[in-house]
């Protein structure tokens, strides 16, 4: 209840007092209510039982000119599509030659989107199932080759699960101006370079929400959704679902993005259901991961409304209690299963706004403990952004991921 985005609260009446209001942004707030209903089984009954598939149809048609709105509708047929009692009626609607046209897109987030859907919709070849926010990076085609391995890529805050891994095209401020214009980011390394080096894996990027406004972040419920463990058991649903766990796996994994890494292998560990993730795993990057907190919780109170959500904020308080704790969890197991860990290291300072400039996550904060730690003539933002192919970053990204998974390829 209450809030822009909610469908039948605050957005269609807000809408109506501006004194004009194009169609597109109507639209996309009741997309955005509908991608949140086609998470639910029961409410896909319904989408489907009032012409919905049709309806959106029709919609993706006129809508051409609108990626977002375009993006939105194939993000719910594939959270429909996860409903097999519902694939015959999404055939029937037309969807499966719409879904093979946008992935030959050229744009990695409308193609991806596209073959989650396609991939959801195909029992025959497929046994994984892709909840909302698991995207294959490659391969997106059905091959015969035989895929040997797992790389897993979680990004941070205000990160996507496309925007984080793009190749470093444009020196961006760490604001609110960073998650917006995704189209505007070159191409995304592990899809172009990654998936061509190393072809036998399956490259799989995930995506969580990390945008949370000042009213929900007052909300306990709504804070506690937003805290990394929550998060921890949501995502290890999502990622046992999608067959992780099912071969050898790497992490790799940006900011805050780390510490959600850690809190799944070390729930994994304690819930015999997910064994398989933690006994798979082979090694774990860390890009800039805040091990023991972050500055930015200094500036939490100038910084959050311009930043940050309050609650991850809290999280990475330098030297908090829980950090420490997940960090002590996570070394005991870590070493008893002899991962093979490689860190990276910010040495240059993020703009943070137009007043703020320091380094987000300092040395000390992202020594882990365990295997090496590199420093990198880089911001927090670039970190997981190498240049070129060449780059230093992506080749030694690339050695530590052929040297772990050697016998695998």
Known sequence: QGGLWCFGGNGLPYCETLSKIPSETVELFCLQALVQHSKVSSHCDKIEAKGGLQLLQRIYQ?????????????????????????????VRAGWVSVLAEVMKSPHV????????????????????????????LHPQYRSSQPIRADILFVHGLLGA?????????????????????????????????????????????????????????????????????????????????AGIGDRPLVWVSHSM???????ML????????????????????????????????EYSINARYLLFP???????????????????????????????????????????????????????????GIGDLIPVDVNHLNICKP?????FLYQRTLKFIQDVLAQEL
Request: charged share 30%.
């Open 62 to 90: 006129l809508r051409k000119d609108s990626a977002k709105i375009q993006r939105n509708i194939i993000r719910i047929i594939g959270n429909m599509a996860l409903d097999e009692r519902l694939h015959s009626s999404i």
């Open 109 to 136: 987030i409308q193609s991806s989107h596209a073959s989650r859907a396609l991939a959801n919709l195909d029992r025959d070849t497929v046994k994984e199932k892709y909840p909302d926010g698991v995207y294959v």
């Open 161 to 241: 699960a496309f925007k984080t891994w793009r190749q470093q095209d444009i020196d961006r401020r760490l604001d609110k101006k960073t998650s917006e214009g995704e189209e505007d980011y070159s191409q995304c390394w592990p899809k172009t370079w990654l998936a061509s080096d190393c072809p036998a894996l399956r490259i799989i990027s995930v995506e969580y929400d990390t945008h949370l406004s000042d009213w929900k972040a007052k909300c306990p419920v709504e804070a506690h959704r937003k805290s990394i463990a929550y998060r921890s058991n949501e995502l290890l649903d999502k990622l046992r679902a």
């Open 257 to 263: 993005g780390g510490l959600l890494v850690k809190k």
């Open 266 to 297: 070390v729930d994994a560990s304690k819930n015999p259901e997910m064994d398989k993730i933690v006994n798979n795993t082979r090694g774990i990057i860390f890009y800039s991961v805040p091990h023991h907190g972050s500055q930015l919780a």
């Open 310 to 368: 309050s609650v991850e904020v809290k999280e990475l308080s330098k030297d908090s209690p829980a950090l420490k704790e997940l960090n002590d969890d996570f070394l005991s197991f870590a070493k008893d299963k002899k991962f093979s860990v490689l860190s990276f290291a910010e040495t240059l300072p993020t703009h943070i706004g137009s007043m703020i400039k320091l380094h987000v996550v300092p040395l000390e904060s992202a020594k882990l």
């Open 387 to 391: 240049k070129k192919k060449d780059a």
